[in-house]
């Protein structure tokens, strides 16, 4: 799977890494279902370095499209709200 971080680049993220990167999904979507910009930005933030963490980068002279595009760390709650759909920002 590719994994597009806005401003940063794309990561190629294998299936197996995906129930940890739901789980650091869920946090962002429960800080922003509640409002709570405290949490918001450390979740959001944990995920993106999931994603870093569990993929490698994806060759920039390539141009395959994303299968997930995430938000970039500067991100405000009002703007990942509009990016989620029912599954989080990350399906499953």
Do not use: K
């Not at 299936?15 to 429960?30: C, P, R, S």
């Amino acid at each position: 799977m590719i994994v597009r971080i806005l401003g940063e680049g794309q990561y190629d993220v294998t299936d197996d890494a995906l129930d940890q990167l739901n789980q650091l999904d869920a946090a962002v979507e429960a800080a922003v279902e509640a409002g709570d910009e405290g949490a918001f930005t450390p979740a959001l933030v944990a995920l993106l370095e999931g994603v870093r963490r569990t993929g490698v980068p994806h060759d920039v002279e390539s141009l395959d499209e994303s299968d997930l595009i995430l938000p970039p760390a500067d991100a405000t709650l009002a703007e990942v709200r509009e990016l989620l759909e029912d599954d989080g920002l990350i399906p499953g």
